[in-house]
């Protein structure tokens, strides 16, 4: 305990110097990163958390996803509130998955495992972000194996955890009796308000902190006096695995199927908001992080496989 205790404070005092020492590098990384968060995740993200609480709290989950419980229904042999979970993470994207997935165990719509399971493959990048903002900035033209990479895997992932390592764990009944009454209106929308201006809060300081950590590649290439396509590449890994968006715009032009391979993990930045969402809860960032890890590994395989497979055509 010692150790890291050491180990965190001497971090503490590098970053202190360093945001002493280039003040105004590390406010034009915040900056990036307040914008980032006031511009775009605040417009696209607190109107769906402010829905889905609402829908949560005055027990509509199971009555939104009527038409999709049949098919994801048999398909995973879950229940109303577990395919909503499902629905809204695919739909709406990182972190709403891990939000959902927490509200909806929260307020005992669904067990613990059943959130677990979502966590392990709901929790991805949205698919308005996917398509409006990476594959432009990238310049991907092979949109369809994209976005099966993005999305059809993961989908896969959620279907073999659930007939294989939690095959005999639920039951495929509603939830939705043994969970909590039902709100009226105003109070369901004053909670979801509250409760989502304290979640998007957390996300906006996550981003521009892991947004100032950027300082950190761009002062190691500095030193070494380093610029080259590799001191690119190696820039836009560690900004990848610090915050996605910042990576992906220092990879556009020299790796973007590196980009894509590394999607699925999120980042550092991915992994702590995910915390937040769910530090209310028992359930666990580790296994959280084991499972994005496992998707990632599958997505660099995917790809590797397409590129083999249109190499030969």
Known sequence: MKLKFYIYTFMAFILTVIILSYPSDCLMLASNGLNLWFQKMIPTLFPFMVLSGIMIRMNMTGTFVKILTPVLGKLFKLNADCIYGIAIGFLCGFPMGAHVASELYEHKKISRVEATLLLSFCNNIGPVYFLSFVLPTLKIKSISVCLFAMYGLPFLYGLFLRHTIYRDCFNTKSNMSSGKAALPLLKALDESVLSSLYSIAKLGGYMIFFNLLFIFPILFINVLQIQNEISQLLTGSIGCLLEITGGIELLQNSAPYWVLCVLPFGGLSCIAQTYSMV???????????????????????????????SSLT
């Open 279 to 309: 530090r209310e809860t028992d359930l666990s960032i580790s296994e959280y992080v084991m499972h994005k890890t496992i998707l990632t590994a599958i997505t660099v395989f995917y790809y590797l496989l397409s590129a083999g497979i």
